[in-house]
């Protein structure tokens, strides 16, 4: 009788729990972060495969978890994600990610297809009325509506918006920011989209108004604006490319112009994103680090402001996993259920990450040398 494969998983049993017992949390304990596993399986795939045999062992049902949000949270906190050694499936992924340009302009319309052109109506019963699919701004705020309303507001006091200035915004989402900017500030605004799903109701949403939705790569843009911006765009550049999106930005921003970016952010430098969330979420995606932002904007820019308010992504999570989760009764009729544990996972697991300050939420503020300096310290 063979008895190894027992013995391997009784020992990825015991190494597991024994470093998830560091973190607080306890296999089949009584606490909401604690794990419940209904799989034997779910050690080894863990250890071997770390976060994408955690988030896919999720999707398959081998394991479930009350609060996993929290239990993230205190993965991260005790440091877990350093403490399992690397297998040779994540060596070879960093170092494909390292040796090769995976946002080049042919790769960067695969997020738009299998993420953000999943279908409006999943985004339509998570989202505020807007549409708002960045984070949320919540110093004054008790909603996700006024949070949301806030954020761009926050944005257009930033780039000191004024009656007719005309803006280009790289990527963006279904309009949010352009509407706004649009109908409260009375400006011009240019924005440019890959996801084709996201352009046709960005266009319903902004009829009427002085803003023009152009479905195109940012690095295809042209022309001269007072301000350029980009919410929730650089975490799909790739680290290859920042200094592109920086002379994109510097070919198209006025002399006495100002320009924005506002983005999710990694405390390291980094040339590889977390396995399971590109494969699953954001296929090509790539946080930037301080170092990253800060080495492409030498160039040209001087930087004017650092705003970092990473905490309120937690919130802005939860809020849209809330509305997911009310409104499941009416999104399985498209959706099944391994899709909603993967969506699950994502939110969640996504808000332990900001939780746990692992990820940050930046907005930068950035102006051409020789430009008086603008007042944008507006938070």
């Given at each position: 009788?063979?008895?190894?494969?027992?013995?391997?998983?009784m020992?990825?049993?015991?190494?597991?729990?024994?470093?998830l017992?560091?973190?607080?949390?306890?296999?089949?304990?009584?606490?909401p972060?604690?794990?419940?596993?209904?799989?034997?399986?779910?050690?080894?795939?863990?250890?071997?495969?770390t976060?994408?045999?955690?988030g896919?062992?999720?999707?398959?049902?081998?394991?479930?978890?009350?609060?996993?949000?929290?239990?993230?949270?205190?993965?991260?906190?005790?440091?877990?994600d350093?403490?399992?050694?690397?297998?040779?499936?994540?060596?070879?992924?960093?170092?494909?990610?390292?040796?090769?340009?995976?946002?080049?302009?042919?790769?960067?319309?695969?997020?738009?297809?299998?993420?953000?052109?999943?279908?409006?109506?999943?985004?339509?019963?998570?989202?505020?009325?807007?549409?708002?699919?960045?984070?949320?701004?919540?110093?004054?705020?008790?909603?996700?509506?006024?949070?949301?309303?806030?954020?761009?507001?926050?944005?257009?006091?930033?780039?000191?918006?004024?009656?007719?200035?005309?803006?280009?915004?790289?990527?963006?989402?279904?309009?949010s920011?352009?509407?706004?900017?649009?109908?409260?500030?009375?400006?011009?605004?240019?924005?440019?989209?890959?996801?084709?799903?996201?352009?046709?109701?960005?266009?319903?949403?902004?009829?009427?108004?002085?803003?023009?939705?152009?479905?195109?790569?940012?690095?295809?843009?042209?022309?001269?604006y007072?301000?350029?911006?980009s919410?929730?765009?650089?975490?799909?550049?790739?680290?290859?490319?920042?200094q592109?999106?920086?002379d994109?930005?510097?070919?198209?921003?006025?002399?006495?112009?100002?320009?924005?970016?506002?983005?999710?952010?990694?405390?390291i430098?980094?040339?590889a994103?977390?396995?399971?969330?590109?494969?699953?979420?954001?296929?090509?995606?790539?946080?930037?680090?301080?170092?990253?932002?800060?080495r492409?904007?030498?160039?040209?820019?001087?930087?004017?402001d650092?705003?970092?308010?990473?905490?309120?992504?937690?919130?802005?999570?939860m809020a849209?996993?809330?509305?997911?989760?009310?409104?499941?009764?009416q999104?399985?009729?498209?959706?099944?259920?391994?899709?909603?544990?993967?969506?699950?996972?994502?939110?969640?697991?996504?808000?332990?990450?900001?939780?746990?300050?692992q990820?940050?939420?930046?907005?930068?503020?950035?102006?051409?040398?020789?430009?008086?300096?603008?007042?944008?310290?507006?938070?």
């Open positions: 009788m063979i008895i190894k494969p027992m013995g391997e998983t020992k990825a049993r015991n190494i597991l729990t024994e470093l017992q560091s973190a607080g949390i306890e296999i089949n304990g009584n606490h972060w604690d794990v419940q596993v209904h799989d034997d399986r779910f050690y080894q795939r863990v250890l071997r495969d976060e994408l045999g955690l896919e062992s999720y999707m398959d049902g081998w394991w479930d978890c009350d609060a996993l949000d929290e239990m993230i949270n205190r993965i991260f906190l005790a440091r877990l350093a403490k399992v050694k690397a297998s040779p499936r994540l060596v070879f992924h960093a170092l494909k990610s390292k040796l090769l340009n995976r946002q080049t302009k042919s790769r960067s319309r695969i997020v738009g297809e299998q993420h953000y052109d999943l279908g409006n109506g999943l985004y339509q019963a998570m989202l505020d009325n807007r549409m708002n699919y960045t984070c949320a701004y919540w110093k004054e705020a008790e909603t996700l509506e006024k949070a949301q309303e806030d954020k761009l507001d926050l944005v257009c006091k930033k780039i000191d918006l004024k009656p007719g200035m005309k803006v280009l915004e790289l990527g963006c989402g279904w309009g920011f352009a509407r706004y900017a649009a109908e409260k500030y009375n400006a011009e605004v240019v924005a440019v989209n890959i996801s084709k799903e996201q352009v046709k109701l960005a266009r319903e949403l902004c009829k009427g108004l002085p803003v023009e939705i152009k479905l195109a790569d940012y690095r295809d843009v042209g022309g001269e007072d301000a350029v911006v919410i929730g765009i650089l975490e799909h550049v790739g680290y290859k490319n920042y592109t999106y920086m994109v930005v510097d070919r198209t921003l006025k002399a006495d112009g100002i320009a924005f970016v506002h983005t999710i952010g990694s405390n430098s980094k040339t994103s977390n396995r399971w969330t590109e494969k699953y979420i954001f296929p090509n995606g790539m946080l930037p680090s301080v170092a990253q932002i800060g492409s904007l030498e160039k040209s820019f001087v930087m004017e650092w705003h970092n308010f990473g905490p309120d992504y937690d919130k802005t999570l849209w996993y809330a509305n997911v989760d009310k409104a499941w009764p999104l399985k009729e498209k959706y099944d259920e391994r899709f909603y544990r993967m969506w699950r996972f994502y939110l969640l697991s996504s808000a332990g990450g900001f939780r746990s300050r990820t940050q939420l930046w907005q930068v503020v950035f102006t051409k040398a020789g430009r008086q300096q603008p007042d944008c310290r507006i938070v």
